[in-house]
Structures are given as structure tokens and as C-alpha cells.
């Protein structure tokens, strides 16, 4: 995923990675595609079993949470393995061109692959609470509803209609400069990233970094530990902080560190769609 503060060949969003292929043509076919896709029970299962009143405690204190053992290590591999292949992609970004950092990454086709295309809208389900009660906080009017296909048809409407789920790839000396993972007006303002690869097997270095930046004061750094198949789930852009005087707004970003050795893989599940 890549730097917020730059900008996509069009200079329209303050956004990430932007698409290096033309894909306009293609807009048409991925709605005719995009069809609901209910979680297998087995993921709904996984899902449901997370600790989910812990990870909101952690969501709220530091707008982040380690969700442990999201996928299987073979489920890792799977993923990890489909990269090479473009037909599961509908661009690829390479982060150096673009000023976000070092290494590449490539955006999912619709259909998504499972277990991508299961876990996307169990997540959203368990954490469109969050959302609300943040935007809430925050005095942001804007709602999420409970199911996650009504919040896409959402996005669609405005024209949001590329999918963004991302499988990223580094190799030593790659990083993710911080950024926001934001595509357009609509903006599910969680995200979750799932680490594919050990560390100290796979790779070193890559540290999954998240700084919050408040008002008035020096910025807060968090490194975030995973190890292969857990998630992370985490503020995209802002979030509120209570203070003596109700709730202020700290604004986050995200990136990873330089890896020192080997290579890394990452899913990222983003629950907006991107013009
Ligand atoms: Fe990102």
C-alpha cells in the first residue's frame, strides 16, 4: 500500500499506488462481475471466534489491533504463490516510480480469490460498530451499514468501482513509505492487513508502522508485531482520542520498514472500492 501524500497521474486523490495499466475498459465487466459473496462458514467461524470486544478496547487506545491467526500458513502460501500470475490482478504498482517506497504491489480482480473474498465483508460486519461509533465521536455524519455489499453498492454509485483488496510484495531493502489508503469520497475508514510470511524465517526487518499524528504535539510511532497469518486491523486516515475537553481527531499513517533480508508478503483488505 502505498504514500498517502502523493498523488495518482490524474492529480486527483490524495492517494496511494495508482493504476499503471488502462483499465477503463474493463469498468464495465467488473460490475457485471461483482457479485455478493456470503463468507464460507468456515471463515465466518474464524472470524466470530476473535476476541472482538478486546480488539475494540485496542482499536479505540491505539487505533490498532492484532487479529492472531487470521489465515493458516498454507492459506499464506496459496496467496503469496498467486503474485506471479496477472490474471488474478488488475494492475500492478511498483512503488519506486510513483515515490512510495521500495518494492511492488498488485490491486485483486473481482472475483476476489478466497479466502480474500469471504473475509472481506466478515471483517467489515465486526467493525462497522467501530466505524460509526468513531464517526460518531469525531462528529462525521456519514453512517456504515451492517452489511458490507450495501456499503459497496455505495461506492459503486459514485463511481468507486475498482476493487482495492492488494497483495504486496517486498524483497530486502524494500519499505512502504507512511501513507493513507484512501480512493474517492467513500472512505471505510478501518483497514486490515494480514502478514503472509515468517519473520526470522521469511525475511527481517518489515516492521508494520503506524504514527499518529496530533494536534499540536510530535507525532506517536507504533510498531505493530505479527507473525505469518495474522491481521492487523487499523485507522486509515483519522480517529478520534478522548481528551479533557471531549474527542479530538489524530490523524494515522501507515507503511512498513526496510527489509533487511529475504521477502515479504502481505494481503491488504481495504472495504472501499477505488474510482
Ligand atoms: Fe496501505
Known amino acids: 500500500m502505498g504514500p498517502g501524500v502523493c498523488r495518482d497521474d490524474e492529480g486527483v486523490f490524495p492517494e496511494i499506488g495508482w493504476w499503471e495499466l488502462a483499465v477503463s475498459a474493463k469498468l464495465a465487466?467488473?460490475?457485471?462481475?461483482?457479485?455478493?459473496?456470503?463468507?464460507?462458514?468456515?471463515?465466518?467461524?474464524?472470524?466470530?471466534?476473535?476476541?472482538?470486544?478486546?480488539?475494540?478496547?485496542?482499536?479505540?487506545?491505539?487505533?490498532?489491533?492484532?487479529?492472531?491467526?487470521m489465515l493458516s500458513p498454507e492459506e499464506c502460501g496459496d496467496?503469496?504463490?498467486?503474485?506471479?500470475?496477472?490474471?488474478?490482478?488488475?494492475?500492478?504498482?511498483?512503488?519506486?516510480?510513483?515515490?512510495?517506497?521500495?518494492?511492488?504491489?498488485?490491486?485483486?480482480s473481482y472475483p476476489l480469490p478466497d479466502p480474500i473474498a469471504g473475509l472481506r465483508p466478515a471483517l467489515y460486519a465486526k467493525l462497522c460498530g467501530v466505524a460509526n461509533r468513531w464517526n460518531e465521536a469525531m462528529g462525521i455524519d456519514i453512517r456504515y451499514p451492517q452489511n458490507h455489499d450495501a456499503f459497496l453498492k455505495r461506492?459503486?454509485?459514485?463511481?468507486?468501482?475498482?476493487?482495492?483488496?492488494?497483495?504486496?510484495?517486498?524483497?530486502?531493502?524494500?519499505?512502504?513509505?507512511?501513507?493513507?489508503?484512501?480512493?474517492?469520497?467513500?472512505?471505510?475508514?478501518?483497514?486490515?492487513?494480514?502478514?503472509?510470511?515468517?519473520?526470522?524465517?521469511?525475511?527481517t526487518?518489515?516492521?508494520?508502522?503506524?504514527?499518529?499524528?496530533?494536534?499540536?504535539?510530535?507525532?506517536?510511532?507504533?510498531?505493530?508485531?505479527?507473525?505469518?497469518?495474522?491481521?492487523?486491523?487499523?485507522?486509515?486516515?483519522?480517529?478520534?482520542v478522548q481528551g479533557t475537553r471531549g474527542f479530538y481527531r489524530v490523524n494515522l499513517r501507515h507503511g512498513v520498514s526496510r527489509l533487511r533480508s529475504g521477502h515479504r508478503h502481505t494481503v491488504g483488505v481495504i472495504f472501499h472500492d477505488a474510482k
Open 29 to 69: 465487466g467488473m460490475k457485471s462481475n461483482l457479485k455478493a459473496i456470503a463468507p464460507s462458514p468456515d471463515i465466518a467461524a474464524r472470524v466470530d471466534a476473535i476476541d472482538w470486544t478486546q480488539a475494540t478496547t485496542n482499536l479505540d487506545a491505539q487505533g490498532c489491533a492484532v487479529l492472531k491467526g
Open 155 to 203: 461506492c459503486h454509485e459514485a463511481g468507486q468501482v475498482r476493487p482495492t483488496p492488494l497483495l504486496l510484495q517486498y524483497g530486502a531493502g524494500d519499505y512502504n513509505c507512511l501513507h493513507q489508503d484512501l480512493y474517492g469520497e467513500h472512505v471505510f475508514p478501518l483497514q486490515v492487513a494480514i502478514l503472509l510470511s515468517e519473520p526470522g524465517r521469511d525475511f
Open 79 to 108: 496467496l503469496a504463490r498467486l503474485y506471479p500470475d496477472d490474471k488474478n490482478f488488475r494492475s500492478r504498482v511498483v512503488m519506486g516510480r510513483h515515490g512510495f517506497g521500495r518494492g511492488e504491489y498488485k490491486y485483486f
Open 205 to 240: 526487518g518489515g516492521e508494520f508502522v503506524l504514527t499518529e499524528q496530533r494536534p499540536r504535539m510530535q507525532s506517536r510511532p507504533e510498531v505493530v508485531p505479527l507473525t505469518q497469518g495474522d491481521a492487523v486491523a487499523f485507522a486509515v486516515h483519522h480517529r478520534p
